[in-house]
């Protein structure tokens, strides 16, 4: 007897593929639609042979091959971030355990399995590992955290009150229990709660479901992270379920003194002892959520004097076509510009992105690093190497009224399941060891290419604004005062992404050469900002 064909062909595929990282944006997620179909196609062919599993496996199948293989409907499938968690949950999770498990250990197959770890090589393959499921469970918390959606409606499907399910997509109990233990992992205890009792209540009605959880593999993580959120009367009930279902299960059997214990301090008043202390940057990041959620906006006192109009930018080739133009917020100046770029321009620059855009990462150059701050993935188009930017590039200029010498290369961004941007200003303390002679970030240019179903708003916590995505559209703002000090209300944040895919570009226009177009004022101009510091 051979070692078991399942593990032969897993540990050669890990091998030969690097981290796919493919929940931080959604253009890498169509890549997983091959690989699911060609293992389809390979697994239906074992089937035959499979007898005994037949059953289980193709209605495994009929699951995946709900999954649409034409290029034409993959990108509506991804737009819910549920499909992503689903197709990332499958291939790090069910493919190995649920099929390869029980059905290669049972025969020799070292010939098929090299015909169907041949068929898998591909050099651009990247195979996506458990830090992608636990990015995705990440994601649908975000998602959670910042829209307030409830659990039971998130697993039926239905993103937000009202909406419809008409691709039908729910999570399995299977799938939620994957949820709530990945969440114990983040920390994340009290939504951990929430999925595996909502695994809890799915497994009940799912008895002939395959994958299949059992009920009292879920009461194994739920009892404990009830404890861990303070329940523990619930805990020790369930604990004692545990017992009841395996009464020599060896770790309800420690625990069940432990809770006795806990349960007796509990009812002593005398040591039940609790403080606790609200962290600052647990208010920072509550406001930043409730001007996501829009909870929290603009007064029309402060909205009075904001207007729309056409301009020219005082360019004379925009006479005829003028910019469209919607004040946001006056001081710090934030503004739309709207029909920016057309439809042919954000598909070249989406189709460029595609297959080129790799893990955005936060940070100084030479000191970034990749942080959950920020989930999506970028690549950089440098001016000079794509020639069909040059329109864009002048456009940006007209429209700003600044030069593009010490402009950094344009940034295009795609965010994946949740993707967001935490609060974060564009400016640096240390400009100088930074950014040498360009100088600080002047002013942000950040264009939309897309629409966004639901969420990816760029929030300005301080301001009380959220800017929804208008594709084609140009959002500008300064980060700078007019004395080239740093604005501290211009913190800002890219909220997650609900539904869809969020396609941006980002341009930053330094100090540097634009003493002639924007000077700079000879008086101190830094207004008392510091409750935005």
């Given at each position: ?302 909205q009075r004097k904001l207007r729309c109009f056409y301009s020219d930018r005082g360019v004379a080739f925009y006479r005829l076509g003028p910019f469209k133009v919607e004040q946001l917020n006056l001081d710090p100046y934030v503004a739309y510009f709207h029909n920016v ?110 629409e966004v179903p639901m969420g990816g708003a760029t929030a300005f916590p301080y301001l009380k604004l959220a800017v929804p995505p208008v594709k084609g559209s140009l959002l500008v703002w300064y980060n700078l005062h007019r004395s080239l000090d740093p604005d501290f209300r211009t913190k800002h944040a890219g909220c ?38």
């Amino acid at each position: 007897m051979t070692m078991p064909v399942f593990v032969i062909f897993w540990v050669s595929l890990c091998l030969t593929s690097v981290k796919g990282d493919y929940y931080s944006a959604t253009s890498e997620l169509e890549a997983l639609v091959d690989v699911e179909v060609r293992l389809v196609q390979q697994i239906e062919f074992y089937l035959q042979k499979a007898e005994e599993q037949q059953e289980n496996i193709k209605r495994f199948l009929e699951n995946v091959e709900k999954v649409p293989d034409d290029p034409y409907y993959i990108e509506d499938y991804f737009e819910n971030p549920i499909n992503a968690f689903i197709t990332i949950k499958r291939l790090v999770h069910d493919w190995r355990y649920n099929v390869f498990e029980p059905v290669f250990d049972q025969s020799d197959l070292v010939a098929y399995k090299e015909n169907l770890t041949k068929q898998l090589e591909s050099p651009d393959f990247k195979n996506p590992t458990k830090d992608d499921l636990l990015g995705a469970t990440r994601g649908l918390w975000r998602l959670q955290e910042t829209y307030k959606l409830p659990t039971s409606q998130l697993a039926n499907g239905i993103l937000m009150p009202g909406d419809k399910n008409e691709l039908n997509v729910t999570l399995s109990a299977s799938d939620c229990y994957t949820i709530g233990s990945y969440l114990n992992e983040l920390q994340q205890h009290s939504y951990a709660v929430d999925w595996l009792l909502e695994a809890k209540a799915k497994s009940i009605k799912e008895v002939s479901a395959f994958p299949f959880v059992s009920e009292l593999s879920i009461l194994e993580q739920l009892a404990p992270t009830l404890n861990q959120v303070g329940n523990k009367k619930l805990a020790y009930r369930l604990n004692t379920e545990i017992l009841e279902k395996d009464p020599n299960h060896e770790t309800a059997l420690k625990d069940k003194p432990i809770y006795e214990t806990q349960l007796a301090w509990q009812r002593d008043p005398r040591l039940n002892v609790a403080a606790s202390k609200v962290d600052e940057s647990s208010k920072s990041l509550d406001l930043y959520q409730r001007v996501c959620r829009g909870e929290l906006r603009q007064s029309p006192r402060q909205q009075r004097k904001l207007r729309c109009f056409y301009s020219d930018r005082g360019v004379a080739f925009y006479r005829l076509g003028p910019f469209k133009v919607e004040q946001l917020n006056l001081d710090p100046y934030v503004a739309y510009f709207h029909n920016v770029i057309s439809d042919d321009e954000t598909d070249d620059l989406i189709e460029h992105g595609m297959g080129q855009v790799k893990r955005s990462r936060v940070g100084t150059v030479g000191n970034s690093t990749v942080s959950e701050v920020r989930t999506s993935q970028n690549t950089w188009l440098w001016y000079e190497q794509q020639p069909w930017l040059k329109n864009l590039k002048l456009r940006l200029e007209d429209i700003t009224g600044l030069g593009m010498e010490s402009a950094e290369p344009l940034q295009l961004v795609n965010y994946g399941i949740g993707g967001h941007y935490e609060p974060h200003y564009d400016f640096v303390e240390d400009k100088v060891t930074t950014f040498g002679w360009k100088g600080n970030r002047l002013l942000t240019a950040l264009l939309y290419l897309n629409e966004v179903p639901m969420g990816g708003a760029t929030a300005f916590p301080y301001l009380k604004l959220a800017v929804p995505p208008v594709k084609g559209s140009l959002l500008v703002w300064y980060n700078l005062h007019r004395s080239l000090d740093p604005d501290f209300r211009t913190k800002h944040a890219g909220c997650p992404v609900l539904m869809g895919s969020k396609w941006v570009c980002n341009e930053w226009f330094h100090e540097g050469a634009q003493e002639f177009r924007r000077p700079c004022g000879l008086m101190n101009d830094n207004v008392d900002d510091t409750l935005a510091s």
